[in-house]
């Protein structure tokens, strides 16, 4: 596979901000991509995690900053594009991966909270960062935006109306900045995983129901990993700058489709 050159210790890299970088995928994409040359900016809520991360990939030689933010908050936004402004180097990469997902209720019965806390993030989360973000990815010449989206955004299914309908949506608006931003120098990519066995996605989703959240992995041998996911990021944005992967979708072996799960009884 092709990679970004590495430069040495010292040198000034290229920047990649990583959204909902305490945990999975966010975690395991920013270790992938210090690895791969960037300096890359951790944002997340969890500054603790945030901290830890961060010397972890500076005692393995990479270039790290941590910003706690909450992308649900206009001002955290706008704080964290102030903070990576004032690093050295220029902004070629943002990672929107911050997102979840919240309960199984049928329609009739599902939390408007819910619902509303799961557009938030996924959708406004990801257009307030996209935007706060746009100018310095456009002022470096070669900028990428990669949304982390789900397979969700392509097919609904019983009890996951809230989520399907925030993943359409954050799809919908991942493919209008492309065509919005065509003849700029800004790659829109969309990543697509299926079935991802990280440790909070599930237990999130079921509010810390332990055996809800294994249930939904029950069965299968090789649920996809974050660092699967990380891979696909770091495969998309170190592809040449002329190459847009528009839409990258990735489940585990096991997983035909939504509905078509290989379990071993």
């Known amino acids: 596979m092709t990679t970004s050159a590495h ?8 920047i990649a901000v990583i959204t909902g970088a305490s945990s999975g995928i966010g975690a395991a994409t920013a270790r992938r991509l210090a690895t791969e040359g960037f300096h890359v900016v ?8 945030l901290a830890t991360l961060v010397e972890e990939i500076r005692a393995g030689g990479g270039q790290a900053t941590a910003v706690s933010a909450d992308v649900t908050s ?6 964290l594009a102030d903070a990576v402004t004032t690093l050295p180097g220029e ?3 943002l990672v929107n991966n911050a997102g979840g997902a919240l309960g199984m209720d049928p329609v009739e019965s599902a939390s408007v909270e819910d619902w509303r806390w799961m557009y938030e993030v996924n959708v406004a989360g990801t257009l307030r960062v996209t935007q706060s973000l746009l100018p310095a990815l456009e002022a470096s010449g070669a900028g990428t935006v990669v ?12 009890g996951g109306a809230g ?7 954050q799809a919908a608006l991942t493919e209008t900045l492309r065509l919005e931003l065509c003849g700029r120098p800004i790659r829109v990519i969309e990543i697509d995983p299926g079935m991802v066995r990280t440790d909070e996605f599930a237990l999130n989703r079921f509010g810390g129901d332990e055996q809800r959240a294994a249930a939904v992995y029950a069965g299968v041998a090789n649920p996809l990993v974050a660092e699967d996911i990380a891979d696909c990021v770091a495969w998309c944005a170190t592809r040449p700058h002329h190459v847009n992967v528009d839409r990258l979708v990735v489940r585990p072996l096991a997983q035909a489709a939504q509905h078509k799960v290989h379990r071993v009884q």
């Open 74 to 79: 206009d001002a955290e936004v706008a704080a």
């Open 42 to 49: 951790a944002a997340a809520r969890r500054a603790d995690r």
């Open 91 to 93: 902004v070629t990469l």
């Open 163 to 169: 989520y399907t309908a925030a993943k359409h949506a």
């Open 7 to 14: 430069p040495t210790a010292g040198t000034v890299r290229p």
């Open 147 to 158: 949304v982390l989206g789900s397979t969700a955004a392509q097919i609904v299914y019983e």
